[in-house]
Every structure is written in C-alpha cells, then in structure tokens.
C-alpha cells in the first residue's frame, strides 16, 4: 500500500523553527518528486516546495512568499522527506502535508498530514 | 505570480450538473489538476491533465480547458459530493505549483 505518514506537529513558540518528516512506504521513494502543502484552519491550499528525484539532482524550489526560511531535503535510504521551516510566525499555523507527485506531475498521494500551531 | 482564479462557492440540487471554474491567464495552455478535500481529510484528485479521470473516480467527474478557463463538472451529483474543490497548475515561468483559492460545492 502507497502510505506517507507525516510527523512532528505540535506546538511552537512564535519566532522558533520546525522539522516535520514524512516516512514513504509502498513505493520507489528516490524515483519521486515530493512537495510539501500546507493548509491554515479555515483556508485553502498553499504549496510550501518540492524537491525533485535523483534523476534530477534533488533540486529544489519553493513558494516565494516562504523562500529563506524554508529548507526540503530528503533521505532516499530512509524513504524520508523532510521539511525545515525558520522564524516561524502565527500565520505559520496550519496542517502540513506531505505529497508524493505522479510523474512529476499531479500530486497523487497525500499524507494524513501533521497540525503546527505557533502560538506563545 | 501566476494566479487562479475560482468562485468561493457553488450550490447545485442533487442529480443536477455543477460547473466550478477556474480562471486563469492563457490557462488553456497549461495542463490543469483538479482535487477534492472533504471536511477532516486530506485533498483527492478527481481529475488531472485536464480531463483524465484516475482510476476509483466516477464518471460524473469530467473536466475541460481552454483559453483563459478551465472547468470542472459534476454530472447527476450527490450528497457525497459536497467538498471543497481547488484547481492546480504548474507555472513553469516561476517554478512553482499553483493552487486556486478553492470553491465549496453545497449539495442543496
């Protein structure tokens, strides 16, 4: 069964920083490009960033409006991918997904996603 | 940026057709991906590169595009239908995946 389980949500103070992981499982994880998404209560969705497959150098990109504190990275051994997210403020607040894409293309599969709240 | 335009609400009977746009600058020329989130769970898609139906997804679920519109349709819909509906592109000027704003399909 294709599966991405996110973790570690929870709760952070206003100007902190976050690691989530998303653990893959049913599929060739380095074959994959992988985005993360983000969701705030009440609202719609928002691309955080990807990062594309060995096949094409593990490059990067990220939304915009959160280029410079936002780092993916990923460890194909492990079938992990991982989000990094600095100075984090209340509009940080959301649910976190984890996506895996269909050949670079629609996302395909999502995670049950992880909840951050940044609140003092 | 790269902007997708879509009505924040739709309200159709059951067993008649909703159309959920999504509007866009020469959207027509890119390939438009359509999901499905219900309250609590994670988003679907119901209908990507335009109009390909992945396999689980009934055939009341059609899709279409051109020029500056891209439209999803619900044929026959049912209660189970009621969900919120984004439209996604990839803008390949910035790099970047765009979602639209999102459209509340109520089923009266």
């Known amino acids: 069964e294709v599966q991405l389980v996110e973790s570690g949500g929870g709760l952070v103070q206003p100007g902190g920083s976050l690691r989530l992981s998303c653990t893959a499982s049913?599929?060739?994880?380095?074959?994959?490009?992988m985005d993360w998404v983000r969701q705030a209560p009440g609202k719609g969705l928002e691309w955080v960033g990807r990062?594309?497959?060995?096949?094409?150098?593990?490059?990067?990109e990220y939304a915009a409006s959160l280029k410079g504190r936002v780092t993916i990275s990923r460890d194909d051994s492990g079938n992990s991918l991982y989000l990094r997210l600095i100075s984090l403020q209340t509009d940080d607040t959301a649910v976190y997904y984890c996506?895996?894409?269909?050949?670079?293309?629609?996302?395909?599969?999502w995670g049950q996603g992880t909840m951050v709240t940044v609140s003092s | 940026s790269y902007v997708l335009t879509q009505p924040p609400s739709v309200s159709v009977a059951p067993g008649k057709t909703a159309r959920i746009t999504c509007g866009g600058d020469?959207?027509?020329?890119?390939?438009v991906h359509w999901y499905q989130q219900k309250p609590g769970q994670a988003p679907v898609v119901v209908i990507y590169?335009?109009?390909d139906r992945p396999s689980g997804i009934p055939e009341r679920f059609s899709g279409s595009n051109s020029e500056n519109m891209a439209t999803l349709t619900i044929s026959r819909v049912e209660a189970g239908d009621e969900a919120d509906y984004y439209c996604?592109?990839?803008?390949?000027?910035?790099?970047?995946?765009?979602f639209g704003g999102g459209t509340k399909l109520t089923v009266l």
């Open positions: 996506v895996k894409e269909r050949a670079a293309s629609t996302f395909e599969i």
């Open positions: 049913g599929f060739t994880f380095s074959d994959q490009y």
């Open positions: 990062s594309r497959n060995k096949a094409n150098a593990y490059i990067t």
């Open positions: 020469t959207i027509g020329r890119k390939s």
């Open positions: 590169y335009d109009y």
């Open positions: 996604q592109v990839w803008d390949s000027s910035s790099y970047h995946w765009v």
